[in-house]
């Protein structure tokens, strides 16, 4: 079973730091991870998707990497702002029976202190 | 078109009703997905429609019935609910059949069961 971990669970910044998410999981045999981002009793947003086949996507001032041997990616966050105040999720979707599946981290809630 | 779109945005019922949700997307993706999200938890996926197939995730009970009448629009049936289905219930979109790719969520719809 696909277990993902988001490391930090909270995390609280100065406007302007540059600052890295962590996204871990156990199954490396994935078909594309995606990252989003979720306001406060909203749906996600879409940020960004890296494919099995890539190292890193970027995005203004958003990239991240992926490392599928070690189970690992990471989204850098660039110069942070006070809008990027989120809970950050990371999602791993994998071939399974046939179909594909979809497993979620545990979420990073991002805080950008003015 | 470029948004998912759901109604009703807050719905409360209680254990004896029968209710629906609808979700509504027209930016011709061919996949379209149900997730359920309780509070301070990473969404969980519960159905995808995909190649005008529903595939069903085993472990969601029964009184949760989905439908999809055409290609742009699935419908989640609700009925005998229970209070620990009370959640957040999103719903996305992506464009290929087949492979979930970039996926584009709905504001959601609030549940609270009685």
């Known amino acids: 079973k696909q277990e993902v971990t988001q490391i930090p669970a909270a995390l609280s910044v100065p406007e302007g730091e540059n600052l890295v998410l962590n996204c871990s999981f156990t199954d490396s045999a994935i078909y594309n991870l995606q990252w989003f981002r979720q306001d406060p009793g909203k749906g996600l947003t879409s940020l960004l998707l890296?494919?099995?086949?890539?190292r890193e996507q970027t995005s203004g001032r958003l990239n991240a990497s992926l490392d599928k041997s070690s189970g690992r990616s990471t989204l850098y966050i660039a110069a942070s702002q006070p809008g990027d105040s989120a809970t950050y999720l990371c999602a791993v979707i994998v071939n399974s029976g046939g179909y594909q599946k979809v497993t979620f981290g545990t979420g990073t809630k991002l805080q950008v202190i003015p | 078109d470029t948004e998912v779109t759901q109604t009703p945005k807050h719905l409360v019922m209680g254990m004896t009703n029968k209710k629906s949700l609808k979700c509504e997307q027209h930016m011709g993706h061919r996949a379209m997905y149900w997730y359920k999200q309780k509070a301070k938890k990473p969404p969980e996926l519960m159905f995808v429609y995909s190649y005008e197939k529903l595939s069903i995730n085993e472990s969601v009970p029964s009184r949760f019935s989905p439908e999809c009448p055409n290609s742009s629009l699935l419908n989640l049936h609700l009925h005998a609910l229970q209070p620990e289905d009370s959640a957040l219930y999103l719903c996305?979109?992506?464009?290929?059949?087949?492979?979930?790719?970039?996926?584009?969520f709905g504001p959601g719809t609030r549940l609270t069961v009685l």
């Open positions: 996305a979109s992506s464009p290929r059949a087949g492979a979930i790719d970039t996926q584009y």
């Open positions: 890296i494919q099995s086949s890539q």
